[in-house]
Nanobody, 115 residues
């Protein structure tokens, strides 16, 4: 079974930047949407950003203007560039890929924003 491998998480001070990357361990056919979700302690998992196969993007209001999602359809990878990070962005971030066959999730990568 194909797994999603995430990288780029870590600790950063407020105002800093991080780039998350997600790549599948094998081939995934018929990909439609790709996205990033996050889950903070004691909270439900929420959509951060998503991008369709046509390149249309959707962002949570809390990250608009600070985060940018992008995808490489040839490599089936999806990145999340996070600028102007705030303490409230602290969470485990999960990659998500929706294909015509299934929905796949990454194992999660921790992002901590703290001074």
């Amino acid at each position: 079974q194909v797994q999603l491998v995430e990288s780029g998480g870590g600790s950063v001070q407020p105002g800093g930047s991080l780039r998350l990357s997600c790549a599948p361990s094998g081939s995934i056919f018929g990909i439609r949407d790709m996205g990033w979700y996050r889950q903070a302690p004691g909270k439900e998992r929420e959509l951060v950003a998503a991008i369709t196969s046509g390149g249309t993007t959707n962002y949570a209001d809390s990250v608009k203007g600070r985060f940018t999602i992008s995808r490489d359809s040839a490599k089936n990878t999806v990145d999340l560039l996070m600028n102007s990070l705030k303490p409230e962005d602290t969470a485990v971030y999960y990659c998500n890929i929706v294909s015509i066959y299934r929905t796949s999730w990454g194992q999660g990568t921790q992002v901590t924003v703290s001074s």
